[in-house]
T-cell receptor
Framework: DAGVIQSPRHEVTEMGQEVTLRCKPISGHNSLFWYRQTMMRGLELLIYFNNNVPIDDSGMPEDRFSAKMPNASFSTLKIQPSEPRDSAVYFC???????????FGDGTRLSIL | SQQGEEDPQALSIQEGENATMNCSYKTSINNLQWYRQNSGRGLVHLILIRSNEREKHSGRLRVTLDTSKKSSSLLITASRAADTASYFCATDNTGNQFYFGTGTSLTVIP
C-alpha cells in the first residue's frame, strides 16, 4: 500500500514567485493535514480537511497561503507571493479516522531566495 | 502556545541503555501519540495511548499517560544506534485540534 506522496521533494524559487505543493493521501483516509516544520517554530499545523472539507485553517500564517482539496485523493498548498521566511519543510499527513494515527509524507523542502 | 513541551530537548546515551522522554500538554485530550522522525524524513507513528489508558507497550517501547498531570513518558529499552532520531509527542484534544510537542533529539552512541 503506497504511503502519502508529496511533490516536489525539493523546491528552490525566488521570492515573489508562486509555489504549489502537492499531496496524495493514502487511499481511503478521511482526513488530510498540512504542516510546516522549521528549527525556530517546530512542527506547526497549518490546516486540516475532513472528507475534503477544511475544518481548521487557524494555523495558516496569512492570506498568501491557501489550501485546497478538490477530491479525496489530492490536495494542494499554495503560497503566493512567496517570501524568504516561508522557507521550511512542508509535510502532508493523512489518517483514517479521528482515533487513528497520522501517516506522513516525506515532505517538501522549500527554499525561497 | 498550545504545543506540548518535551523534556529533555536532547538526550545522548550509550547503546544498550534505556532512554526516557517526557511530554507535558495543556488541554484535555482524546489520545496522545508518539512519533519518530529520522533526519530528512517524515514522521513515523510509534504508539497511540487513549485518555482512559495509563500504560501501553509495543516491543521495546513503553508509554505512560497521567491525565491528572497532563503528562506522558516514552521509554525505549535496550537502545540501539538505529534508534537515533527525534521523538515527538502529539495530542489529539477534545476540541478536534492536534498539536505536536517540541521534540526530543535522541543520540544513541554505538
Amino acid at each position: 500500500d503506497a504511503g502519502v506522496i508529496q511533490s516536489p521533494r525539493h523546491e528552490v524559487t525566488e521570492m515573489g514567485q508562486e509555489v504549489t505543493l502537492r499531496c496524495k493521501p493514502i487511499s481511503g483516509h478521511n482526513s488530510l493535514f498540512w504542516y510546516r516544520q522549521t528549527m525556530m517554530r517546530g512542527l506547526e499545523l497549518l490546516i486540516y480537511f475532513n472528507n475534503n472539507v477544511p475544518i481548521d485553517d487557524s494555523g495558516m500564517p496569512e492570506d498568501r497561503f491557501s489550501a485546497k482539496m478538490p477530491n479525496a485523493s489530492f490536495s494542494t498548498l499554495k503560497i503566493q507571493p512567496s517570501e524568504p521566511r516561508d522557507s521550511a519543510v512542508y509535510f502532508c499527513a493523512s489518517r483514517l479516522t479521528g482515533d487513528q494515527p497520522q501517516h506522513f509524507g516525506d515532505g517538501t523542502r522549500l527554499s525561497i531566495l | 502556545s498550545q504545543q506540548g513541551e518535551e523534556d529533555p530537548q536532547a538526550l545522548s546515551i550509550q547503546e544498550g541503555e534505556n532512554a526516557t522522554m517526557n511530554c507535558s500538554y495543556k488541554t484535555s485530550i482524546n489520545n496522545l501519540q508518539w512519533y519518530r522522525q529520522n533526519s530528512g524524513r517524515g514522521l513515523v507513528h510509534l504508539i497511540l495511548i487513549r485518555s482512559n489508558e495509563r500504560e501501553k507497550h509495543s516491543g521495546r517501547l513503553r508509554v505512560t499517560l497521567d491525565t491528572s498531570k497532563k503528562s506522558s513518558s516514552l521509554l525505549i529499552t535496550a537502545s540501539r544506534a538505529a534508534d537515533t532520531a527525534s521523538y515527538f509527542c502529539a495530542t489529539d484534544n477534545t476540541g478536534n485540534q492536534f498539536y505536536f510537542g517540541t521534540g526530543t533529539s535522541l543520540t544513541v552512541i554505538p
